[in-house]
């Protein structure tokens, strides 16, 4: 290390702190931490350990600074972001590009030179006063060959507590290989505050910097912009995973059990609020992980593991009775940091919870009354439709046993859902992985919520739910997913599910459970324990089948006369969704691969040929 680094490590650092650096033996990591606290030049410096200690120290400084604040129940804070800072902020969040590093059109970038000095000079000084946090964590479970290490500096104690629920610690890792560690950077800042929130917000920044794997935040707060691990390392991960040849994606991971105790494991892509958790979360299954995964092959098979050891969910529409085992961590002693709800008297409420809210409390805008309007004239909700809750899978009664092996599970079925009114049936599965890839996983679209935009049922495109952080040209990342399996035996299966189909008059043709059944009808196909109907998009589930399952599974009788509404093939809206996938494609990926213009042409005709023999709306039973 420089000399005059030596010297500002040390006035910064305590005696401890400055040992606990110099353990790790690591230049390259010394000189890193260095040229960020002379930039940002914080009053102290705190370096995380793996010990209870540290974990406790950051905990209390949490509350201590009240960027959280304690609950009624022990274990439980509230803390919340700025008004304005209630969501990932896709705009501001640009990758750092060279001119022979181009992403595309649909994937937001900048100058690396600009952006760099852009976030350098809003980095200067950010942290007058204030203490950095320093930590060292593992992305996947330690000493794995999916482990990618990495080192988070923060000047919030909120963002540090966060990733201490959510990832694995790994101080000692560090200390152990010395010079020999690659890692993941992230510098994040708060900036400038007002009362306990982000006050810059028209200089919130995002930049990822993959040449160097950086990722700069800076006046934010909201946990999908500031806590590097999580989407920040999704998008530094998807150009590690090109290069190595294996995939990062968002991506959940649960075991399904079969008949005979059997267990199949399924990884699942959704965009935000579209059931992903709640998929992973149903009753009687394991999860291992709700958000991201990173998918490896060995030995002919492909392994998954979740990236993290948390959740961070969407609380709105938690309750008792369709999260049973959340309701029940959110209600009983234990960690967890509620963010962005109502708080009255020490108790926490959201959106969907089957209780009726106070009429007055404390939340995202501060204090709030039943009533009270924006700046626009808009009614303020009592909790924010985006309020969540971080809490360790570890708690969780139904997480699955093999939620730390190093080797990851053997994945048999990957699924891929959106918010669909009038296309996809409930759940089919395609002929072979490379129709998936293409015609479901590439295809994938997802409608707007009215919460989010005023207006509902616009459709996004959305390929993998991994759009947001792709950091690859959408042509050579579909490439990458058609490429994985090319020497497997056996590929998983790719299915498709869409949990918001409706019928004739605006209702929802299946209900919330119903997902249950459809997991065991897949896990089922992986073992080819039952046949299926073969149509033009893909495979369907037969009447008698599902029949079985629903009495099974919901003890539910299954009228055959729900079966043909949910799962008559929809020949206009299907090819209409050829057309505008071939029109994005076409228009904005210059990179597609050969061969996904010809398998989505191919099914167009033959959704042509079906609607002139039986008409646009054709019965499974017809096939
Ligand atoms: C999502 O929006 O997909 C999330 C939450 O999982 S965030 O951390 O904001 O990305
Ligand atoms: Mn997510």
């Known amino acids: 290390m420089e000399e005059k680094h030596v010297e500002l490590l040390k006035t910064k650092c305590d005696e401890e702190n400055y040992k606990k650096l110099m353990e790790l033996n690591n230049p390259v990591l010394h000189n890193f931490i260095a040229k960020y606290v002379e930039l940002c030049n914080p009053l102290s410096v705190f370096v995380r350990t793996d010990s209870l200690e540290d974990t406790r120290y950051i905990r209390d400084k949490a509350r201590k600074l009240e960027e959280e604040t304690q609950l009624l129940i022990d274990g439980h804070t509230v803390h919340f972001d700025g008004y ?12 750092l590009v060279t001119k022979d590093l181009s992403l595309g059109p649909d994937i937001n970038s900048i100058d690396r030179q600009v952006g760099l000095v852009e976030i350098q000079d809003l980095l200067k000084s950010i942290m007058d006063g204030k203490e950095m946090f320093i930590l060292f964590l593992c992305l996947g479970p330690i000493n794995s060959d999916f482990s990618i290490y990495a080192v988070q500096i923060t000047d919030s104690c909120y963002v540090a507590h966060s990733e201490d629920i959510l990832f694995r610690p790994a101080y000692q890792v560090f200390k152990r290989k010395g010079p020999d560690i690659e890692f993941f950077k992230y510098v994040h800042s708060a900036g400038e505050l007002e009362g306990n929130v982000s006050k810059n917000i028209d200089k919130r920044r995002v930049y990822i910097d993959f040449a160097e794997n950086i990722v700069y935040s800076v006046n934010t707060q909201y946990a999908g912009n500031t806590v590097g691990l999580k989407k920040l390392s999704l998008r530094l991960a998807i150009r590690k995973a090109d290069k190595e040849g294996w995939l990062a994606e968002h991506m959940f991971v649960m075991g399904v059990y079969g008949p005979d105790e059997r267990k199949t494991h399924f990884t699942g892509a959704f965009p935000s609020f579209c059931g992903k958790t709640s998929t992973c979360m149903v009753r009687g299954e394991n999860i291992l992980g709700d958000d991201i995964a990173y998918l490896r092959k060995r030995r002919g098979k492909v392994f998954a593991v979740n ?10 529409d938690v309750n008792p009775e369709d999260d049973p085992l959340i309701w029940e961590i959110l209600t009983t002693p234990g960690e967890v940091i509620f963010s962005n709800i109502l708080v009255k008297d020490g108790v926490p409420y959201w959106q969907g919870d089957g209780r009726l809210p106070p009429d007055e409390g404390i939340n ?5 009354f039943k009533d009270k309007i924006d700046e626009k004239g808009s009614p303020i909700p009592y909790a924010h439709p985006n309020a969540r809750y971080t809490i360790r899978l570890g708690s969780l009664k139904n997480r699955d046993p093999q939620l730390e092996d190093p080797e990851g599970v053997v994945v048999k079925g990957i699924i891929y859902g ?6 996809w049936p409930p759940v089919f599965e395609s002929f072979d992985w490379v129709h998936g890839v293409i015609t479901i996983a590439s295809s994938l679209e997802s409608e707007t919520t009215a919460a989010t935009l005023g207006k509902g049922g616009v459709r996004k495109f959305n390929l993998m739910a991994n759009l947001d952080f792709l950091s690859l040209p959408i042509g050579k990342y579909i490439q990458n997913h058609l ?8 590929p998983p299966l790719i299915f498709g599910v869409n949990y918001f189909l409706k019928g004739q008059n605006s209702n929802y043709l299946t209900g919330m459970q119903y997902k249950r059944v459809w997991l065991k009808w897949m896990e089922l196909r992986v073992h080819n324990d039952i046949e299926a109907i073969k149509t033009p998009i893909g495979f369907f589930p037969r009447y008698q089948d599902l029949k ?5 599974v919901l003890n539910k009788d299954y009228p055959e006369e729900d079966y043909r509404k949910q799962f008559t093939l929809r020949i206009p809206e299907n090819i ?13 990926v210059t990179d597609s691969p050969d061969i996904f213009f010809k398998l989505l042409q191919e099914q167009k005709q033959w959704l042509e040929k079906i609607k002139v023999q039986y008409g646009d709306y054709v019965a499974p039973t017809l096939f």
């Open 418 to 423: 959106g918010r669909d009114s009038d296309t």
């Open 483 to 490: 490429d994985f399996v090319k020497d497997l035996e056996k």
């Open 84 to 95: 304005f800072d209630q969501a990932r902020d896709k705009e501001n969040t640009k990758f």
């Open 364 to 368: 995202f805008s501060a204090r709030w």
């Open 576 to 588: 209409a969704k050829i057309e505008r996938i071939v029109e994005i494609y076409k228009t904005k």
């Open 548 to 552: 079985k399952l629903f009495k099974e």
């Open 307 to 316: 990236v993290e050891r948390g959740i961070f969910g969407i609380i709105k």
